[in-house]
């Protein structure tokens, strides 16, 4: 049964996805692509700050550049109307052909560039489960289907958990690691074995609250996975960096984790007591870590702050069983 609460949530986003959430109020002729070079021949691009509402640290997903004389290769793909400007600030760095690019999870932030590079020739990697959340997307809030995706962007070669796929290029040896149903159903971390660096994707962030993407095959039990799969992944020196927010080392892992036990436990106390989603969510589950959470308490879009979003997924997880 809805309540009324929930009915509310759900007019409030019915009204606002005649659009999908990460192009709403944002003027990309304002975004600026930023290069920063972490290794050798490994680059971070991203997108200016104060531009993009749901992503205010830093418009749009990151992207990871690999260069050198074998050609590129790409982390993630940006928001479709930027294409040109990565596109001209690949150029930047070197004049060689993107030869590859590995989606890091379906959202729009990191994929909806993918058209525009595969109409240059560039072969797309991804998780089998991100292909097929192309090809059958799930429906709006509204019920409406989502609109159909440029079949230019599939990914051409996939890939499901198990072991890593390795590419060998540029000196580098680059593994795309499948994490288990975590930020989404198609998870991957990218590992630069000899750069030493992993491209860790949406299920660690620091700026803003967690963001398990249930919808779209994401778990709060995939995402506890994923952190600890990470802690054994990385060394203590190995440079982590998420799509959105500082990058790290894999001392943050730890209290990430907790944090996400804590409140999880707090929704799971709340539920036993019967509580509604709408008196948990109104509970302010996460103030204790509000202050360590940069962004938390910042539009999500469709018209919850990222902690309530947080605390709305983490109780639907626990009150529908774990996926
Ligand atoms: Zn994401």
Request: hydrophobic share 45%.
């Given at each position: 049964m809805k309540s009324g609460w929930r009915l509310s949530l759900l007019a409030i986003v019915a009204a606002a996805v005649s659009v999908p959430a990460w192009t709403q109020g944002t003027d990309y002729s304002q975004i600026q692509i930023i290069t920063t070079k972490i290794a050798p021949n490994l680059y971070i691009l991203s997108g200016s700050a104060g531009v993009d509402p749901v992503h205010q640290d830093a418009a749009g997903g990151r992207i990871g550049v690999?260069?050198?004389?074998?050609?590129?290769?790409?982390?993630?793909?940006?928001?479709?109307?930027?294409?040109?400007?990565?596109?001209?600030?690949?150029?930047?760095?070197?004049?060689?052909?993107?030869?590859?690019?590995?989606?890091?999870?379906?959202?729009?932030?990191?994929t909806a560039g993918d058209p525009f590079f595969a109409k240059m020739g560039v072969t797309i990697f991804a998780r089998?489960?991100?292909?097929?959340?192309?090809?059958?997307?799930?429906?709006?809030?509204n019920g409406n289907p989502a609109p159909a995706r440029d079949p230019?962007?599939?990914?051409?070669?996939?890939?499901?958990?198990?072991?890593?796929?390795?590419?060998?290029?540029?000196?580098?040896?680059?593994?795309?690691?499948?994490?288990?149903?975590?930020?989404?159903?198609?998870?991957?971390?990218?590992?630069?074995?000899?750069?030493?660096?992993?491209?860790?994707?949406?299920?660690?962030r620091d700026f803003g609250y967690p963001y398990i993407d249930r919808a779209n095959g994401g778990s709060l039990a995939g995402m506890l996975e994923g952190c600890d799969f990470l802690?054994?992944?990385?060394?203590?020196?190995?440079t982590l960096v998420p799509g959105h927010g500082a990058i790290i080392r894999r001392n943050k892992i730890a209290p990430y984790r907790t944090m996400i036990i804590g409140v999880r436990d707090r929704v799971q106390q709340m539920i036993e007591q019967g509580k509604t989603e709408q008196e948990v969510v109104a509970a302010k589950l996460t103030a204790p870590y509000d202050a360590r959470v940069p962004g938390g308490n910042l539009t999500a879009g469709a018209g919850l702050t990222s902690a309530e979003r947080f605390v709305s997924e983490v109780y639907q997880e626990l009150k529908g069983g774990a996926k």
């Open positions: 690999l260069a050198g004389p074998d050609g590129f290769f790409m982390i993630d793909a940006q928001y479709a109307q930027l294409s040109d400007k990565v596109l001209a600030a690949v150029k930047q760095i070197s004049s060689e052909p993107i030869r590859f690019l590995a989606n890091t999870h379906i959202h729009g932030d990191h089998e489960e991100l292909r097929d959340e192309m090809l059958h997307p799930p429906p709006l809030a230019a962007g599939l990914p051409v070669v996939t890939f499901g958990l198990g072991n890593p796929v390795k590419l060998h290029m540029n000196g580098e040896v680059i593994d795309l690691i499948g994490v288990r149903a975590a930020h989404t159903g198609g998870d991957t971390m990218v590992r630069f074995e000899k750069a030493n660096v992993i491209f860790i994707g949406d299920f660690y802690e054994k992944l990385a060394g203590p020196d190995t």
